[in-house]
């Protein structure tokens, strides 16, 4: 399939010009001011004028297949491939989480099977190491040889999902011998069981008590404690979901001494704050995911720190949930918030959030806009420059954005498979009106024509 994407304003991290993009199979084959189109006469013309031309979004934190909590996570790789690429993202990184009992291996093929063969767009995965022993560290290397080449560790969900300071120590050490990153949940869990308790115990048990169980100090004592593991060892880390800005403060501190380690908000933190999940009527559980949202003073630190580049990238954690018959297990009286499945779902709208929130009210510009969604992405989890950017030879995963669109969120419209949506009643400024992936259209007049079992494993090398 040859494609000629003509007219449209190329936006990279560093780049911004008016150029024709000739597409041929799977990859960018040319890039030109002016490409004729009579050369290629079974080509599809897409007039990209006045639009943007951005490479193809990276969500590097997504949970589709997900047992937490006594129960699962609605989206599968239908419902979330389709909606990622509605929304930009034409990759995504989900994490695996097996439980403690589980071997590592088994369980990488369980969730890759999940997404061969359904995935619309491409697929790479975090492993998660929920317990270190000789038989995991032996599945480890086989998984890091497979081209996933990075490790998912909590610092939380103690007795569940959580690792001991000495599985911890494991980690970073495997990691730094094979090169590969190891990304991260801060929080401390004994802290956040103490609080729980306490709150519970006195009859603290809606969802608006989920962020003073885990509060601001709870999460930077988090980051430092990791950090503090990555200087030890050597490893690569990066931490996922940064809330508030004694976390950030906490891993800058440590990138000063020189630990190598990058930063990841979610779009939730920079457009929701704590009021929500203290809606009345149980209305709140639809906002509870950990790290809580904070108090909004919060927020224009983190957009501070998203525009300056010491937050690198905003992923969504999409974690989706219904709220009818699963948010509902944490419902007093007969439960509480510690049953509340955490999560948000998200991954359709990050890129128009973030846009309307930060492009179109100059916080950020475009080329940040590009580097927070695909870019450093790319990069720090070894897909740069198949996917990342635009330039021949690389992945013909684009984003024609139309700037002028305007509209509103709604569970009404949306593709996620829940039964409500965070955002619901936000005006937004900007859409994806055609996505490829792979040189194939996927979304056309920001409507899905894209085909279930498209998507790939992306092969990752080790990040820069």
């Known amino acids: 399939?040859?494609?000629?994407?003509?007219?449209?304003?190329?936006?990279?991290?560093?780049?911004?010009?008016?150029?024709?993009?000739?597409?041929?199979?799977?990859?960018?084959?040319?890039?030109?001011?002016?490409?004729?189109?009579?050369?290629?006469?079974?080509?599809?013309?897409?007039?990209?004028?006045?639009?943007?031309?951005?490479?193809?979004?990276?969500?590097?934190?997504?949970?589709?297949?997900?047992?937490?909590?006594?129960?699962?996570?609605?989206?599968?790789?239908?419902?979330?491939?389709r909606a990622a690429l509605l929304g930009g993202t034409t990759t995504l990184i989900e994490m695996i989480c097996p439980a403690r009992d589980d071997d590592a291996w088994e369980a990488y093929q369980l969730w890759k099977g999940k997404a061969e063969g359904?995935?619309?767009?491409?697929?790479?995965?975090?492993?998660?190491?929920?317990?270190?022993?000789?038989?995991?560290?032996?599945?480890?290397?086989?998984?890091?040889?497979?081209?996933?080449?990075?490790?998912?560790?909590?610092?939380?969900?103690?007795g569940a999902l959580g690792v001991t300071d000495d599985e911890l120590f494991e980690t970073c050490r495997l990691a730094k011998e094979l090169g590969v990153?190891?990304?991260?949940?801060?929080?401390?869990?004994?802290?956040?069981?103490?609080?729980?308790?306490?709150?519970?115990?006195a009859g603290k048990t809606g969802p608006e008590f989920h962020e003073p169980s885990r509060p601001v100090a709870v999460e930077a004592e988090g980051v430092h404690h990791f950090c503090t593991f990555l200087q030890m060892t050597g490893a690569k880390g990066y931490i996922v979901h940064t809330s508030c800005k004694d976390a950030v403060e906490a891993a800058a501190r440590f990138r000063m001494q020189g630990v190598n380690v990058e930063i990841e908000t979610v779009i939730p933190h920079l457009v929701l704050d704590k009021t929500y999940a203290e809606r009345p009527n149980f209305e709140g559980a639809k906002y509870v995911m950990s790290p809580p949202l904070r108090d909004i003073k919060h927020q224009a630190f983190l957009w501070d720190a998203v525009a300056s580049g010491m937050i690198a990238t905003v992923a969504t954690d999409h974690?989706?949930?219904?709220?009818?018959?699963?948010?509902?297990?944490g419902k007093p009286p007969t439960s509480d918030f510690t049953k509340i499945p955490n999560g948000i779902p998200s991954v359709e709208h990050r890129a128009t959030l973030l846009y309307t929130h930060g492009v179109a009210t100059g916080r950020i510009d475009l080329h940040r806009f590009v580097d927070l969604l695909s870019t450093s992405a790319a990069k720090q989890f070894g897909m740069f420059p198949?996917?990342?950017?635009?330039?021949?030879?690389?992945?013909?995963?684009?984003?024609?954005?139309?700037?002028?669109?305007?509209?509103?969120?709604?569970?009404?419209?949306?593709?996620?498979?829940?039964?409500?949506?965070?955002?619901?009643?936000?005006?937004?400024?900007?859409?994806?009106?055609?996505?490829?992936?792979?040189?194939?259209?996927?979304?056309?007049?920001?409507?899905?024509?894209?085909?279930?079992?498209?998507?790939?494993?992306?092969?990752?090398?080790?990040?820069?």
């Open 181 to 201: 990153v190891v990304t991260a949940h801060c929080e401390n869990a004994d802290l956040v069981a103490r609080l729980q308790a306490q709150l519970v115990a």
């Open 118 to 158: 359904l995935s619309a767009c491409d697929y790479s995965f975090h492993m998660g190491v929920t317990r270190f022993d000789e038989s995991n560290e032996i599945a480890l290397r086989r998984i890091v040889n497979d081209g996933v080449t990075s490790f998912k560790v909590f610092l939380a969900y103690k």
């Open 386 to 464: 198949n996917k990342g950017t635009i330039q021949p030879g690389c992945d013909a995963d684009l984003v024609v954005w139309d700037p002028d669109y305007r509209g509103t969120i709604s569970a009404a419209n949306h593709t996620m498979n829940t039964d409500y949506d965070g955002f619901e009643g936000f005006e937004i400024v900007g859409r994806p009106s055609l996505v490829t992936c792979r040189g194939a259209v996927s979304v056309r007049n920001s409507t899905f024509v894209g085909f279930l079992g498209h998507g790939r494993q992306v092969p990752r090398s080790l990040g820069q």
């Open 1 to 81: 399939m040859t494609i000629l994407i003509k007219n449209g304003t190329i936006i990279t991290p560093d780049q911004r010009y008016v150029a024709d993009i000739l597409i041929s199979g799977e990859s960018v084959a040319r890039i030109a001011p002016s490409i004729d189109e009579s050369q290629f006469v079974d080509a599809e013309i897409i007039d990209a004028g006045g639009k943007y031309v951005f490479p193809g979004f990276i969500d590097p934190h997504v949970h589709l297949y997900l047992p937490f909590m006594g129960t699962y996570a609605k989206d599968d790789y239908d419902s979330g491939s």
């Open 319 to 329: 974690a989706p949930f219904d709220f009818v018959g699963q948010k509902e297990m």
